[in-house]
């Protein structure tokens, strides 16, 4: 995502750490030749060109977004769906790319960043990354393990989708945590002014 206010994910959003080895012999159509079933392919992902974008609502009022780097990831894919991998995503590289801001409110892109830095929300200093594991994948539908200021609970990945361009993959996918289950828990002092609970986040990784 360079495209979940207040992720600085957390959003969320990376090691893809794989393990789809198969030591049996192959054919060349890249099926296994003893079972007759395709294996897994490990893929490289390109750092450079994938990202996580992250969105954030203040209920009623605005939403703040922006994109988030991936600094570590692995993945592999089998008969044109995910099968396994992880991803790692810096915190520090919080960008935002909405304009609700207001300099003479005291609301500017710095401020946010700074806000979202802090240890109201993820901490970046003691906890500069966070990742997400595949443990299972079902269809379009990817379980596994999000860290977010060194807490881990299980989250789904949904609308995943593995395109197939030139010599690469293009992997898609959306994921909504509630912030509140990694301690991201700061809330608004004024009235009337409701952070939302849900950050979204929307996955990008380009892979060959």
Partial sequence: MKSLNYLSIGVIAAALSISACNTAPKSESGSDTKSGTISAEALTVNLDKSFVSWKGDMLGMYSHSGVINISDAELSVEDGHVSGGSFTVDMSSMTPTDEAYNPEEGRTKERLVGHLSSPDFFDVENHPTSTFRIKSVDGSTVTGDLTIRG??????????????????????GDLTFDRTKYDVSFKMSVQDMVLSDDIELDIELIAS
């Fill in 151 to 172: 807490i881990t609970h299980e989250e789904t990945v949904k609308n995943v989708t593995v395109t197939k361009e030139g010599n690469g993959y293009k992997i898609t």
